[in-house]
Structure formats: structure tokens, C-alpha cells
């Protein structure tokens, strides 16, 4: 049977970014020095498979400190920690390895830094998101101020308008973070806060290429989970940025061929948590039934890496 051509644009850069790459690596490490099992507290990255991969390893995911023993090595997720769980870690003598992104622990610092000024914090940011708990976690209780939209910044109370900065997720929409910070720069000229914002450079990448590639696409897919709020926002961008059809997949399972019917020109791309081996299963399933043409879309060149902590470095 003659299958119908499609071309199938793939954004680049897509999947792992430097954080992910460590915070996999740290988890792997810690399970080779200390053997099994290792405590991961929270996904260590929002992504189903990779957790299952890693708890066929020796991993135990759980959601909370508690639920560790005192006993064995404890890993924090790489969307980071309030400040009381390591400090609870460190009072229960546990050995714990934090894979917070290093570039999620710079607005850690930068939060702590301005609060250490006399400056009240403002975070724009997603509520309940595990990063925007542990960077409001990094003050006590009730001195970060949460914004999600520009409708927020119009009625957040602060204790002195001249004395106030802001930090962000790092995995924000670039576009609405812009209308945010401009909100927040008419209503306190004096608001202190990062060059723009502190969205990181593998988000500002995955949307700057999705936005290249959705003005030619019949249809997106971006592979992500769920609870990935880099991935999601990928969706949104692809849909923003002209593409008709912008949806989420976990896997190849997830296509919704029905909704595809007639594409000639499809688009994909991964959040920062999506392994490339799910990325080649759903480019397959598009072999399978299409006559496919790839056509590779970069728009940025990565060469970031981090290190993992110094303890794993060293022989047990
Ligand atoms: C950590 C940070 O695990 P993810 O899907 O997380 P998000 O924050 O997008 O839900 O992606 C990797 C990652 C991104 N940001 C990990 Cl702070
Ligand atoms: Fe870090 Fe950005 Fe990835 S904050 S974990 S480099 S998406």
C-alpha cells in the first residue's frame, strides 16, 4: 500500500536540558556508590519513564521526607527544595544529595540575597508547582508573594511599594512572563529584579524553536508529560505561534490518528524531561503509517552541562 508523504519538521533543540541530564545522572550515581534502595524525593523529573527506569535501578520515589528512613541516601528532585527540607535531612543525620538545578539554585540565592537587603520577594510563578514551593521556600512562610497573571499584579498586597524585587520560575512562558514583568515595572517603578526574568536558557530554546516550526505545521505534537510545566507551555506557544492542532504525548499511544486525518505537515518537539528514545518512538509511529520526510529546524546550538556534586565524584 502507497503511504501519503508527510513532512515532519523536528525543533531543535528539543528533550533534555542540562539539569535533567544531571539530576538522571546524580540518581544513577547515588544508587551505584550506595547501593539500593536510594530515596528520590519528588520525580526527579517530571517524566514517567524516566522514574520507572530509574526505580528498575533501585530508586524509591516518594513525595515527602517523612517517608524516607533515616538510613539511607535521599535525593531532592531538580525542581528544588524548600529550605526546611534539607535543614530536617541534615537534623535526621541522613546522607542526601541535592539535584535541584544549578540554575534553579541561583534564584534560590538571588531570593535569599534581596530578602538579606530588606527587599519583600514577589514570585511569578505557577501555584503549587514543586520550583515555585521550593524557591517561595527559601524565605519563611508568607514573605514571598505569589503572582500567576497580570491580573494578579493589580491587587497583590505589599508591605512598601518602594521596596520591593521579584524573582521567576525558570519555566514560564517567555511571552506572558513579559506582560507580567511590564505590569510589574508600571505599578512599582522601584521593583528590583534579574535582566528580564529568570526563565532558563533550554525554555527560552524549546519555545523559540516550536515558535519556527508551528507557522508550517498542520498539526504539533510535543512529548511531555502531564505535570511538565516546560511541556505544556510548549503546547500553548505551538498554538499561539499559528498551528491549529498543538497537543501533548506521553508516548506513541497517546496519537490520536483520527485528529490527524489529512495532515501533510506535522511538527514535534520534546519538553526537558522527555527522553529522545520516546521522541524516536512517535517519529516511528509517523514511519509506519507516512511516506516521511524529516526536515531538522534549529534554531539554537546547546552546550551546557553541569557537574554532578562533588561527593559522587568521589570513591565511596
Ligand atoms: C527542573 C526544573 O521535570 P520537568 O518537566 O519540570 P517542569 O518544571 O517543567 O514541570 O522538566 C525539567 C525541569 C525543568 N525545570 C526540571 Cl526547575
Ligand atoms: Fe534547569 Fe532549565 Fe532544565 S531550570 S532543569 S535547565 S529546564
Redesign the pocket.
Known amino acids: 500500500m502507497n503511504k501519503p508523504p508527510l513532512t515532519l519538521y523536528l525543533a531543535a533543540p528539543r528533550g533534555f536540558?542540562?539539569?535533567?541530564d544531571r539530576?538522571i545522572k546524580i540518581v544513577e550515581m547515588a544508587i551505584e556508590k550506595w547501593g539500593a534502595p536510594v530515596y528520590v524525593r519528588h520525580e526527579i523529573v517530571h517524566n514517567k519513564f524516566v522514574v520507572d527506569s530509574l526505580r528498575d535501578l533501585g530508586a524509591v520515589f516518594v513525595e515527602e521526607l517523612d517517608e524516607c528512613p533515616d538510613d539511607r541516601p535521599v535525593i531532592f528532585s531538580?525542581h528544588g527544595v524548600p529550605k526546611a527540607v534539607p535543614a530536617a535531612a541534615a537534623k535526621r543525620e541522613m546522607i542526601y544529595v541535592d539535584a535541584t538545578?544549578p540554575?534553579?539554585s541561583k534564584v534560590h540565592i538571588e531570593a535569599q540575597r534581596h530578602a538579606d537587603n530588606g527587599l519583600q520577594m514577589i514570585m511569578i510563578g505557577h501555584a503549587g508547582h514543586p520550583e515555585t514551593v521550593g524557591t517561595m521556600g527559601q524565605l519563611p512562610d508568607g514573605e514571598v508573594l505569589l503572582v500567576e497573571t497580570v491580573e494578579d499584579v493589580a491587587t497583590v498586597q505589599v508591605r512598601d511599594p518602594e521596596q520591593l524585587a521579584f524573582v521567576t520560575q525558570?519555566?514560564l512562558s517567555v511571552d506572558d512572563t513579559i506582560d507580567i514583568v511590564a505590569a510589574l515595572n508600571a505599578r512599582f517603578p522601584k521593583i528590583v529584579g534579574p535582566h528580564k526574568e529568570d526563565i532558563?536558557?533550554?525554555?527560552t530554546n524549546r519555545q523559540e524553536s516550536v515558535k519556527a516550526i508551528a507557522p508550517k505545521c498542520d498539526a504539533i505534537l510535543v512529548v511531555g508529560a502531564p505535570n511538565s510545566s516546560?511541556s505544556k507551555r510548549l503546547v500553548e506557544v505551538g498554538a499561539r505561534a499559528g498551528c491549529a492542532y498543538s497537543q501533548l504525548v506521553q508516548r506513541a499511544t497517546d496519537i490520536d490518528w483520527r485528529a490527524l486525518d489529512g495532515i501533510k505537515t506535522m511538527g514535534i518537539t520534546a519538553g526537558?524531561s522527555a527522553p529522545e528514545v520516546l521522541i524516536n518512538e512517535v517519529i516511528d509511529a509517523f514511519r509506519d503509517k507516512y511516506d516521511v520526510t524529516v526536515e531538522l529546524v534549529e534554531t539554537a546550538k546547546e552546550n551546557?552541562e553541569f557537574k554532578v556534586p562533588r561527593v559522587l565524584r568521589e570513591p565511596a
Open positions: 536540558c542540562a539539569g535533567v539530576a531538580a538545578c540554575l534553579v525558570t519555566t532558563c536558557y533550554a525554555t516546560n526537558a551546557v
